[in-house]
């Protein structure tokens, strides 16, 4: 376990996602390693992780607002539709390619109208079709990878059911007892089953069990009959589509494998009989070999295929976790800067914070510290930074740490169904921003701990459970599977109960690909390979996403003509935001989608041109703004003299301008390591 972790460890990032790994060993493992498919393979199981959960308190810090959720449900925090179970009112979601939303008397959808604007691209909620089933009110009462099920209920009893799905068309209500379902808007039958009706432009299709009166405002179905709506797609056939939408979807499931090169998804619809449906495809999914040449939906996020599968399969660069730098080739001048720059700022470290976040990326500094330590051979100087973090993160790593204080510690919350480390901060109390938050430590304990099996014994019981409250797959009743990532979109969502009428969000794009990264490095040197195997593919999946959405999207798409920015700083189901939630500065909208500049992070490298106007746009007078360092390590990406500029540039950059979460120290040696 001892030499595979030091070899992780000492993986060396080139180029743009691709990794060349630093030990002969682990590189011929990860070349030869064949795929290893993760669809029924359990982590973090109840029987696994029960006595931790039972050895940390039990408290709910802040309660989670009044829900939708049918009892025994786990809490759906940090999902595309937990807007639609915690609002109130319930709260628009975007499956894609239609906009949904619960009314009071059953629910409203359609296809969102793009529209760019200089400093946003808007594809809110669009209520084109409206249906009534007598609801007076809604109850989720099953959600898996990519579908959510409402019932809708009156005086207590069920009504029926609909079905939506991430990537379908297609919304369905099955009907639990005789119910007359009513439009807003009249659809002209064309077959006793089969109706159409065009509203904003947009053709709208209904598949019906009961038959369709002419210019039919309503169908009366009786229990266990069903309708299905659906949008039809621009160069679409709505005849194709009608027929599909007969063979109903009951749910999804996700698997994973990892291949020489490659981290590839399969997202299974399962229908009520054997057979494809269609699919909408985003952009990242691209490398799907399905049939994709059934139409196309606009989306915030550019044009969406319509495929025909049963299984949408795609695949990502894979990109291999690392948590050191390659500095073993350095030349003597730059190695005795670098060494007199380690000794300062190690002696410099100032106090840990008690939150959380502050804490995380406390420990995430002074990890990268030790990290280059070790690999300059600066032996005392690892040895007192070693010695610091073993003592700060002893206290976070104590199980029942919560019973006498009221920081650097772990409560679960049994309602929620989540681990809660106090101090909380940006409401990681109602369970935002948790993988933001949780990776930092991650990664630390992971670092702290190669080659040290005694210190990953004490420390697994709680890092566990830390762990398993982003990455739990298979049945659990502590945690929800996966809790922040969607398997459809390839990155996660930051919002615990997403009270927006924009769908949920993500900001720190980053900052999601270092929490992979952190979980990674754990699951090595606690000798996890279920749980490496996962957290390599949801890095890989993340850092593909991000670059797709955040960082390198093309310019020439249709979709960002009249968007007058490089990147898109904040992510929502139904908008994408030059913007963030904390600072209108130029500077903070790249920074945030580049820092911590984890050794991971030459995922952000690509095009030197682009790089190079993402940094102009952020930094167009130089360095010395919010988030200055990280912006000088993202410029160095750029090419070997992007990077020779940035080394020079470091002295002259004010200490003011050094994160807290870096160091310069960090800082010199990323840019060195180019």
């Given at each position: 376990?001892?030499?595979?972790?030091?070899?992780?460890?000492?993986?060396?990032?080139?180029?743009?996602?691709?990794?060349?790994?630093?030990?002969?060993?682990?590189?011929?493992?990860?070349?030869?390693?064949?795929?290893?498919?993760?669809?029924?393979?359990?982590?973090?199981?109840?029987?696994?992780?029960?006595?931790?959960?039972?050895?940390?308190?039990?408290?709910?810090?802040?309660?989670?607002?009044?829900?939708?959720?049918?009892?025994?449900?786990?809490?759906?925090?940090?999902?595309?539709?937990?807007?639609?179970?915690?609002?109130?009112?319930?709260?628009?979601?975007?499956?894609?390619?239609?906009?949904?939303?619960?009314?009071?008397?059953?629910?409203?959808?359609?296809?969102?109208?793009?529209?760019?604007?200089?400093?946003?691209?808007?594809?809110?909620?669009?209520?084109?079709?409206?249906?009534?089933?007598?609801?007076?009110?809604?109850?989720?009462?099953?959600?898996?990878?990519?579908?959510?099920?409402?019932?809708?209920?009156?005086?207590?009893?069920?009504?029926?059911?609909?079905?939506?799905?991430?990537?379908?068309?297609?919304?369905?209500?099955?009907?639990?007892?005789?119910?007359?379902?009513?439009?807003?808007?009249?659809?002209?039958?064309?077959?006793?089953?089969?109706?159409?009706?065009?509203?904003?432009?947009?053709?709208?299709?209904?598949?019906?069990?009961?038959?369709?009166?002419?210019?039919?405002?309503?169908?009366?179905?009786?229990?266990?009959?069903?309708?299905?709506?659906?949008?039809?797609?621009?160069?679409?056939?709505?005849?194709?589509?009608?027929?599909?939408?007969?063979?109903?979807?009951?749910?999804?499931?996700?698997?994973?494998?990892?291949?020489?090169?490659?981290?590839?998804?399969?997202?299974?619809?399962?229908?009520?009989?054997?057979?494809?449906?269609?699919?909408?495809?985003?952009?990242?999914?691209?490398?799907?070999?399905?049939?994709?040449?059934?139409?196309?939906?606009?989306?915030?996020?550019?044009?969406?295929?319509?495929?025909?599968?049963?299984?949408?399969?795609?695949?990502?660069?894979?990109?291999?976790?690392?948590?050191?730098?390659?500095?073993?080739?350095?030349?003597?001048?730059?190695?005795?800067?670098?060494?007199?720059?380690?000794?300062?700022?190690?002696?410099?470290?100032?106090?840990?914070?008690?939150?959380?976040?502050?804490?995380?990326?406390?420990?995430?500094?002074?990890?990268?510290?030790?990290?280059?330590?070790?690999?300059?051979?600066?032996?005392?100087?690892?040895?007192?930074?070693?010695?610091?973090?073993?003592?700060?993160?002893?206290?976070?790593?104590?199980?029942?740490?919560?019973?006498?204080r009221d920081a650097r510690c772990f409560v679960y919350?049994?309602?929620?169904?989540?681990?809660?480390?106090?101090?909380?901060?940006?409401?990681?109390?109602?369970?935002?921003?948790?993988?933001?938050?949780?990776?930092?430590?991650?990664?630390?304990?992971?670092?702290?701990?190669?080659?040290?099996?005694?210190?990953?014994?004490?420390?697994?019981?709680?890092?566990?459970?830390?762990?398993?409250?982003?990455?739990?797959?298979?049945?659990?009743?502590?945690?929800?599977?996966?809790?922040?990532?969607?398997?459809?979109?390839?990155?996660?969502?930051?919002?615990?109960?997403?009270?927006?009428?924009?769908?949920?969000?993500?900001?720190?794009?980053?900052?999601?690909v270092t929490a992979w990264n952190g979980l990674a490095?754990?699951?090595?040197?606690?000798?996890?390979?279920?749980?490496?195997?996962?957290?390599?593919?949801?890095?890989?999946?993340?850092?593909?996403?991000?670059?797709?959405?955040?960082?390198?999207?093309?310019?020439?798409?249709?979709?960002?003509?009249?968007?007058?920015?490089?990147?898109?700083?904040?992510?929502?189901?139904?908008?994408?935001?030059?913007?963030?939630?904390?600072?209108?500065?130029?500077?903070?909208?790249?920074?945030?989608?580049?820092?911590?500049?984890?050794?991971?992070?030459?995922?952000?490298?690509?095009?030197?041109?682009?790089?190079?106007?993402?940094?102009?746009?952020?930094?167009?007078?130089?360095?010395?703004?919010?988030?200055?360092?990280?912006?000088?390590?993202?410029?160095?990406?750029?090419?070997?003299?992007?990077?020779?500029?940035?080394?020079?540039?470091?002295?002259?950059?004010?200490?003011?301008?050094?994160?807290?979460?870096?160091?310069?120290?960090?800082?010199?040696?990323?840019?060195?390591?180019?």
């Amino acid at each position: 376990m001892r030499e595979r972790l030091s070899r992780l460890l000492g993986a060396t990032l080139i180029g743009a996602i691709v990794v060349s790994l630093g030990g002969c060993a682990w590189a011929e493992r990860a070349a030869n390693e064949p795929a290893l498919t993760s669809a029924t393979t359990p982590i973090y199981a109840t029987d696994e992780i029960a006595a931790s959960v039972d050895a940390v308190p039990q408290r709910t810090v802040k309660p989670l607002p009044a829900s939708r959720l049918a009892s025994g449900l786990i809490p759906p925090t940090n999902r595309w539709f937990s807007g639609l179970v915690f609002g109130e009112p319930s709260m628009p979601v975007f499956p894609l390619p239609l906009s949904f939303q619960l009314t009071d008397d059953g629910m409203d959808f359609g296809l969102p109208t793009i529209s760019t604007s200089p400093a946003a691209i808007m594809g809110g909620f669009s209520a084109a079709v409206s249906v009534d089933v007598g609801a007076q009110e809604h109850e989720v009462i099953a959600y898996d990878t990519a579908t959510v099920t409402v019932a809708q209920l009156s005086g207590g009893a069920e009504i029926g059911r609909t079905v939506i799905a991430r990537g379908s068309p297609f919304v369905t209500f099955s009907a639990s007892r005789d119910t007359t379902v009513r439009f807003g808007s009249a659809f002209s039958p064309v077959e006793d089953s089969v109706a159409f009706a065009t509203v904003d432009s947009v053709e709208y299709g209904l598949v019906s069990d009961a038959p369709l009166a002419t210019d039919s405002g309503s169908v009366t179905l009786s229990g266990g009959e069903s309708a299905t709506w659906f949008a039809v797609p621009q160069g679409g056939n709505r005849d194709e589509l009608a027929t599909a939408a007969g063979n109903r979807l009951t749910g999804t499931s996700v698997s994973y494998a990892l291949a020489d090169g490659t981290a590839s998804t399969a997202l299974t619809y399962n229908l009520e009989a054997a057979g494809p449906t269609l699919v909408a495809v985003m952009p990242h999914q691209s490398s799907t070999d399905a049939d994709c040449t059934h139409g196309t939906y606009e989306s915030i996020y550019g044009e969406l295929q319509l495929c025909r599968a049963e299984t949408l399969s795609w695949t990502v660069p894979r990109l291999e976790p690392s948590g050191t730098l390659a500095l073993d080739s350095l030349e003597s001048e730059d190695r005795e800067r670098l060494l007199r720059q380690l000794e300062a700022d190690a002696l410099s470290t100032p106090a840990f914070p008690a939150d959380t976040y502050f804490g995380g990326k406390a420990l995430y500094r002074s990890a990268n510290l030790l990290s280059i330590a070790r690999e300059l051979g600066a032996d005392d100087v690892a040895a007192s930074l070693e010695d610091r973090l073993i003592r700060e993160i002893n206290s976070w790593m104590e199980p029942d740490g919560c019973e006498t204080r009221d920081a650097r510690c772990f409560v679960y919350d049994r309602d929620a169904r989540g681990l809660v480390g106090l101090q909380p901060s940006f409401g990681s109390d109602e369970f935002n921003d948790h993988h933001f938050h949780y990776g930092y430590l991650l990664y630390a304990a992971a670092v702290v701990a190669a080659g040290r099996d005694e210190v990953t014994e004490k420390w697994a019981p709680v890092m566990n459970l830390v762990a398993a409250d982003l990455a739990t797959s298979g049945s659990s009743e502590y945690f929800p599977e996966r809790r922040v990532f969607d398997a459809y979109a390839g990155h996660s969502w930051a919002s615990g109960t997403a009270p927006f009428r924009d769908g949920n969000n993500q900001e720190s794009s980053s900052e999601a690909v270092t929490a992979w990264n952190g979980l990674a490095l754990w699951a090595e040197v606690s000798d996890q390979p279920a749980l490496l195997t996962e957290a390599t593919w949801m890095l890989s999946a993340e850092a593909a996403s991000a670059r797709e959405y955040w960082t390198d999207f093309p310019l020439d798409s249709p979709v960002y003509s009249g968007f007058d920015h490089t990147v898109t700083s904040l992510v929502w189901g139904g908008k994408r935001d030059y913007a963030t939630w904390f600072s209108a500065e130029p500077s903070a909208m790249l920074g945030i989608l580049v820092l911590p500049m984890s050794p991971v992070s030459g995922y952000l490298a690509g095009d030197s041109d682009r790089i190079q106007a993402n940094v102009a746009e952020a930094a167009p007078a130089g360095f010395d703004v919010l988030f200055g360092d990280y912006l000088l390590m993202y410029s160095a990406l750029a090419g070997a003299d992007a990077a020779a500029a940035a080394r020079d540039a470091v002295p002259a950059l004010p200490e003011s301008r050094i994160d807290d979460g870096n160091s310069r120290t960090y800082l010199l040696a990323w840019i060195l390591s180019r």
